[in-house]
């Protein structure tokens, strides 16, 4: 019934930026924490950017400084602002939610990832 559906990933050369949005949707009380995570090929996925219900926000060290999440609690939809891009960022970027039902229980979803490939 909950869904997370990612969107704007694709080919962009070094230094270049993108956008990555995510939309929720379902039987939704409200959203704690919008986390997106990357994986590149061979490697672990990792935790990239998380924002609280209160706006506070976490960041890796890699993207620190190049990366801002954002949300839109009105549009149940998280931004991911990728500026200065490297060819290191080429990953499948997913995000996910940490929300309350309707019915008053937590939970989670995963969305399943959008492609984003950085060039040198």
């Known amino acids: 019934q909950v869904h997370v559906v990612e969107s704007g990933g694709g080919s962009v050369q070094a230094g270049g930026s993108l956008r990555l949005s995510c939309k929720a949707s379902?039987?939704?009380?409200?959203?704690n924490t919008w986390a997106w995570r990357r994986q590149a090929p061979g490697l672990q996925r990792e935790l990239v950017?998380?924002?609280?219900?209160?706006?506070?926000?976490n960041y890796a060290d890699s993207v620190q400084g190049r990366f801002t999440i954002s949300r839109d609690d009105p549009e149940r939809t998280s931004y991911l602002q990728m500026d200065s891009l490297k060819p290191e960022d080429t990953a499948v970027y997913s995000c996910?939610?940490?929300?309350?039902?309707?019915?008053?229980?937590?939970?989670?979803?995963w969305g399943q990832g959008t492609q984003v490939t950085v060039s040198a």
């Open positions: 379902g039987p939704i009380l409200r959203i």
């Open positions: 950017a998380r924002i609280s219900g209160d706006g506070s926000t």
């Open positions: 996910s939610i940490d929300y309350v039902r309707r019915g008053g229980s937590r939970s989670d979803y």
